[in-house]
């Protein structure tokens, strides 16, 4: 991978995603959340593991 690819890429999606996850902590309510920017849906599924 070029240093290009990741400066312009991997780290400001890294920070995007740090901001995204500790607000949806705020914010969110629902287990499924719009990300308008990319035009997806993102899901969250909980299952306990182990006993």
């Known amino acids: 991978k070029s240093i290009t690819f990741a400066r312009n890429v991997d780290i400001p999606r890294a920070a995007y995603n740090f901001r995204f ?3 949806s902590v705020l914010h969110h309510t629902t287990d499924c959340s719009q990300m308008d ?13 182990g006993v």
Do not use: D, K, Q
């Open 21 to 23: 996850f500790a607000s």
């Open 37 to 49: 920017h990319m035009g997806c849906l993102n899901y969250t599924i909980r299952c306990p593991v």
